[in-house]
């Protein structure tokens, strides 16, 4: 059955950057695109960004300076990187082909 | 960027009751607007894709209608499990935007 998993750190310093991996079963990363979603507690959701299937990315303008997302499709592996990290960057993290969603990852920023 | 506009922001309604949110979008979304439900803790779940389409497993008491710019999530007779907060999201320009949601609650 399709599944997706988010992994990373749950703490990050201010100013440091972000690494999450996004492992996926059940599916290709050639056949469906991933996309990120963040949340921050009580909020609702933000979409950052998409790996299509066909390996191209797309970006929200916002944090496109910011933000690069990645695959390693031997792996089933989705991967995000985020630079610059601020305290309001804390939220949940998620993967989703929208269909489908991760768990979730929780990351805190803070000193 | 497209703003989805959701209303009402909080809505408390009674077991049996058929329940309505709307989702204005900024501009036209040629009916790419899918509705989440969320629970605490818990990541969104798809039930209506593409304005009117039924995800598999979502029951039918849940209904989506709308066009160009607006939009309705229908819950016909409203159950106890059906608390939680929703949210609408337009796939069809870039960034995909979700709406700031609807928190629904049972009385």
């Known amino acids: 059955q399709v599944q997706l998993k988010e992994s990373g750190p749950g703490l990050v310093q201010p100013s440091e950057t972000l690494s999450l991996t996004c492992t996926v079963s059940?599916?290709?990363?050639?056949?469906?695109?991933v996309s990120w979603v963040r949340q921050p507690s009580g909020k609702g959701p933000e979409w950052m960004g998409r790996?299509?299937?066909?390996?191209?990315?797309a970006y929200n303008s916002a944090l496109k300076s910011r933000l690069s997302i990645s695959r390693d499709t031997s792996k089933n592996q989705v991967f995000l990187k985020m630079n610059s990290l601020q305290t309001d960057d804390t939220g949940t993290y998620y993967c989703?082909?929208?269909?489908?969603w991760g768990q979730g990852v929780m990351v805190t920023v803070s000193s | 960027d497209i703003q989805m506009t959701q209303s009402p922001s909080l809505l408390s309604a009674s077991v049996g009751d058929r329940v309505t949110i709307n989702c204005k979008a900024s501009?036209?979304?040629?009916?790419?607007l899918n509705w989440y439900q969320q629970k605490l803790g818990e990541a969104p779940k798809l039930l209506i894709y593409?304005?009117?389409n039924l995800q598999t497993g979502i029951p039918s008491r849940f209904s989506g209608s709308g066009s160009g710019t607006d939009y309705t999530l229908t819950i016909s007779s409203l159950q106890p499990e059906d608390f939680g907060t929703y949210f609408c999201?337009?796939?069809?320009?870039?960034?995909?935007?979700f709406g700031s949601g609807t928190k629904l609650e049972i009385k």
């Open positions: 989703t082909i929208h269909t489908n």
């Open positions: 059940g599916f290709s990363l050639t056949s469906y695109s």
């Open positions: 790996m299509w299937y066909d390996g191209d990315t």
């Open positions: 501009q036209n979304i040629n009916k790419y």
């Open positions: 593409n304005t009117n």
């Open positions: 999201f337009q796939h069809n320009s870039w960034p995909l935007t």
